[in-house]
């Protein structure tokens, strides 16, 4: 059984768009997905109850091997890394596409991916990805059980559950609420340095320089802009009667 584990490199601390590029400045300190975290883990889970082998794979910068790193010391077996200068500016659907190419070279027979990226937050490639490689899709998995051939999950609704069970290969975007992530060990730290990594550009996964990028992608942004301000905003600062203030401009609208 082979699982492949979709994990994104994020910008850390304070979002900041580049004017210029008109996109998500990416130059600063990163850090793995912490959405991204609960996949690993499950996989590893997995890997726990039968013999799985499981695989890490990205497609980011160059920096996103550290990610890559500490997915691996948590105990993944081996990383695949998709870095290429020709990849900068792609959108979902060019992501969608050099992810499913890096997926199909696997052939795995699940493939995890955490529920959003902290810096999209779009929750989606994984419908995207599971769309191209003609895979059944569940979202918002909170219990996943592997079966003969097939997979059983619990997916979170806004009113309970549903249990849906799907043949493999297919694709799982697990809630965060699947579990507790581990924290890498020291051992899985020092082992990870050992463990197969493999670094590929888009050529390599068969993706052509159209189909990536700027050139690949569909979105074209125009213009970026502050959000309107809010005129009637009302700022109370907590100088121990901001629960009466509170009241007091609920009752004045007439809200309570
Ligand atoms: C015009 C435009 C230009 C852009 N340019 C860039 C750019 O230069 N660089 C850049 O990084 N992004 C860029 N983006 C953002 C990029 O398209 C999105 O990050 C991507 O489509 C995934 O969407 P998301 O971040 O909302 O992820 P979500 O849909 O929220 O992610 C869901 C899950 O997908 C997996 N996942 C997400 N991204 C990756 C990844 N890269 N590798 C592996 N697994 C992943 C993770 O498991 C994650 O939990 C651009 C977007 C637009 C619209």
Redesign the pocket.
């Known amino acids: 059984m082979k699982i492949a584990?979709?994990?994104?490199h994020v910008p850390e601390g304070q979002s900041r768009l580049d004017p210029a590029s008109?996109?998500?400045d990416?130059s600063g300190e990163g850090a793995l997905?912490h959405?991204?975290a609960n996949?690993v883990e499950e996989a590893l889970r997995l890997k726990g109850e039968s013999d799985t082998e499981v695989v890490v794979?990205?497609?980011?910068p160059a920096k996103a091997a550290d990610s890559l790193r500490k997915a691996l010391a948590m105990g993944a077996d081996r990383a695949v890394l998709v870095s290429d200068d020709g990849?900068?500016?792609?959108?979902?659907v060019?992501?969608?596409k050099a992810?499913a190419k890096a997926l199909e070279r696997e052939s795995a027979d699940l493939v995890l991916?955490?529920?959003?990226?902290s810096?999209?937050?779009?929750?989606?490639?994984?419908a995207a990805v599971a769309e191209r490689l003609h895979r059944p899709v569940v979202s918002q998995v909170t219990e996943l059980t592997l079966q003969d051939g097939s997979l059983r999950v619990k997916r979170q609704t806004e009113f309970g559950y549903d249990v849906i069970e799907a043949p493999l290969p297919a694709v799982i975007?697990v809630s965060d609420a699947i579990n507790e992530p581990r924290y890498p060990s020291l051992k899985g730290i020092m082992g990870a340095k050992k463990k197969p990594f493999e670094t590929l550009s888009l050529a390599d996964i068969g993706v052509d320089a159209g189909e990536a990028g700027?050139a690949g992608?569909k979105?074209?942004?125009l213009a970026l802009g502050e959000p309107p301000s809010r005129g009637d905003a009302r700022k109370i600062e907590d100088d121990g009667s901001a629960a009466q203030q509170i009241f007091d401009f609920l009752a004045e609208k007439r809200l309570v």
């Open positions: 584990v979709c994990v994104k008109k996109r998500l990416r997905n959405f991204d996949a794979v990205s497609l980011g990849a900068v500016g792609s959108d979902l060019a992501t969608s992810l991916f955490g529920q959003q990226a810096d999209g937050d779009g929750a989606v490639l994984w975007a700027e992608s979105t074209e942004v």
